[in-house]
């Protein structure tokens, strides 16, 4: 049998109170569309499971969901850190970390970029407002529909974001109050929002370990432009 689809693990939200896993469905359409076969992944512990995983599936996903803990960059959680995750902490720092080893492409979405960037040692705001009061911060947690953008990101000449787009400006949605405060040293920035927080960056080595702070699977529906990443991160998966 001849595999088409290269097969693409996403992780789950987790939710504690119900032992129930979950996710939009909007990733997966997304894949599937960008000729990808979407996988929806099991929360694991088991570091052994962990490592089949990476070498069975093609690609992953690091969707959206709670803030990091941390303790994975070396502080203490402030009063504004918000809802953690252990579970999806200790596994998708261990898939990040693992799949850039083997040069198994991997796509950060939200807080799939602030993972990317901690396991490879970079640091995250806790809070941006809290932590940026020299700045005049843009709103980035946005109270409109999902698939609206509401503010602008200027992308780095060159970088696989700016060539998916075809623009050096896009704009975008916005759902976080963390974000990347210093990348980790392999990876470089590749958007940056109209007040200078980081929006993008990608590994300087492999062929496609990406991770962008807005939600391109709550605007492609609106807008197809949006759709062009994932078939960026699918056709590198093949």
């Not at 409109?144 to 696989?160: C, D, F, N, Q, R």
Request: proline share 4%; hydrophobic share 40%; glycine share 8%.
């Amino acid at each position: 049998m001849v595999k088409n689809r290269p097969i693409i693990g996403i992780t789950p939200w987790f939710d504690y109170n119900e032992n129930k896993m979950y996710i939009n469905r909007a990733y997966c359409e997304a894949i599937t569309l960008s000729g990808g076969m979407p996988v929806l992944l099991s929360i694991e512990e088991d570091e052994g499971l962990l490592s089949e995983m990476i070498d069975v599936f093609d690609g992953f996903l690091l969707s959206g969901g709670p803030d990091v803990d941390a303790v994975h960059w070396g502080e203490w959680n402030y009063k504004y850190n918000g809802e953690i995750s252990p579970y999806r902490d200790k596994m998708e720092l261990f898939i990040a970390r693992k799949a850039v080893g083997k040069d198994k492409p991997i796509f950060g979405i939200c807080r799939g970029i602030q993972v990317l960037n901690v396991a490879f040692g970079g640091t995250l705001y806790q809070d941006i407002y809290s932590q940026n009061n020299e700045k005049d911060l843009i709103k980035h947690s946005q109270n409109a529909p999902k698939w609206y953008p509401t503010h602008k990101v200027t992308l780095k000449e060159g970088s696989i974001v700016q060539k998916a787009h075809g623009a050096e400006v896009i704009s975008v949605n916005s759902f976080h109050h963390q974000a990347v405060r210093e990348p980790a040293s392999d990876f470089i920035i590749t958007a940056r929002s109209e007040d200078g927080i980081i929006e993008a960056i990608e590994h300087s080595n492999c062929k496609f370990a990406v991770g962008v702070q807005w939600h391109p699977e709550h605007m492609w529906k609106k807008d197809s432009s949006f759709l062009n990443l994932f078939r960026c991160f699918v056709r590198s998966c093949m």
